[in-house]
């Protein structure tokens, strides 16, 4: 689509948008393969024209992924947003089970955390590699790990 002169002037190229949003030109390209963000507009020149929705959008976007919601829970929330007439049960949903895969990766770091805690205590250094507990540990719990 071609924009006329008017329009011309009020629309950015897509390095004012990465500019304007702390969004890399590379991401907003995948965010239009994706879907997530529409096409823009073309110059005269074939160059890409971002108005004031992609940035809105945009922002809608980037503020989602800094929440970490998965690309598919952002087209859905996009969806919802597009018809506001829609009742956000979906958005509920959608937050609700984000929030849960958030609690579980919190639950595994602490345990990731209190694993290293252990081998690290084991071991204060000045020994050879040969005869260091952390280097012993971890072989010890790989072997573990073939065994079941």
């Known amino acids: 689509m071609k924009l006329d002169a008017k329009n011309i002037a009020r629309a ?3 390095g004012s948008l990465s500019d304007r949003t702390g969004v890399k030109v590379e991401t907003i390209r995948y965010y239009e393969q994706v879907g997530l963000l529409p096409q823009p507009d073309r110059s005269e020149g074939n160059q890409r024209r971002y108005g004031r929705a992609h940035v809105e959008r945009l922002a809608f976007i980037k503020h989602a992924r800094d929440l970490g919601f998965p690309v598919d829970g952002i087209r859905a929330l996009l969806r919802l947003s597009d018809n506001p007439s829609m009742a ?8 609700v089970a984000h929030l849960d895969d958030v609690r579980h990766k919190i639950a595994r770091l602490r345990s990731l955390e209190k694993e290293l805690e252990r081998i690290a205590a084991t071991c204060s250094g000045g020994v050879t590699a040969c005869d260091c507990a952390i280097i ?5 719990h790989s072997r573990c ?3 079941h």
């Open 12 to 14: 950015m190229p897509i």
């Open 88 to 95: 956000c049960d979906e958005a509920h949903a959608i937050s």
């Open 136 to 140: 012993e540990a971890l072989a010890d």
């Open 145 to 147: 790990g073939e065994d």
